[in-house]
């Protein structure tokens, strides 16, 4: 929080009741709370266009430097974007991303499976340790599996607001 505090109080100067104030905008803000608790944990975070997956902005940079918290309040306070993550070293992970209940169960039956995982939309992200992995379709040869290391991102969702540092570091490296 102390970076956080920091900055709105650059902003806010001399006016503490100010900096306050925008404090508590920024953290009942559920959007920008997600983005933040993640940057937090060590995960690089960028933003995308509301409702979608689509980046909001060039975020080749992200892969390998974290969004600032001026950033973050840019991208998810005063605009209406959604946060993702990062994959991959920066982030320290890699997610198996299935796209539906049928790819679920192959996953599962094929040994691919994580404790560390978010609900999506339609189906599961599961969080492996990063080790190295590149994005690939279609893993295992699995219609609707595809895989986001190196070079990659998924959308954030309230589950992944529980991840940190240490759930992580304990989770297993695809295998």
């Known amino acids: 929080m102390n970076k956080l505090a920091n900055y709105a109080y650059s ?7 100010r900096a306050e104030e925008m ?12 983005a933040y ?8 975070i960028v933003p995308l266009l509301s409702g ?8 080749k940079q992200y892969q390998t430097e974290y969004a600032t918290v001026a950033d973050l309040v840019c991208w998810f306070v005063t605009n209406d974007y ?7 070293a920066i982030s320290n992970i890699t997610v198996i991303d299935c796209d539906n209940i049928d790819a679920i169960d192959a ?14 939309k339609r189906g ?7 080790n190295g992995e590149r994005n690939t379709v279609r893993v295992n040869g699995i219609a ?9 991102y998924v959308k954030a969702y309230p589950d992944s607001g529980n991840w940190t540092v240490e759930s992580i570091l304990m989770c297993e490296t695809l295998g």
């Open 11 to 17: 902003i806010a100067g001399p006016d503490h009741e």
């Open 23 to 34: 404090l508590d905008q920024w953290m009942t803000n559920d959007t920008f709370r997600l």
């Open 37 to 44: 608790s993640l940057l937090c944990e060590g995960m690089s």
């Open 52 to 59: 979608g997956k689509k980046p909001a902005r060039k975020w």
């Open 82 to 88: 959604e946060p993702a993550i990062v994959t991959g």
């Open 107 to 120: 996953c599962i039956e094929s040994g691919i499976e994580s404790g560390l995982q978010q609900r999506t």
């Open 124 to 130: 599961v992200h599961f969080v492996f340790r990063h």
């Open 144 to 152: 609707g599996v595809d895989r986001r290391g190196e070079g990659g």
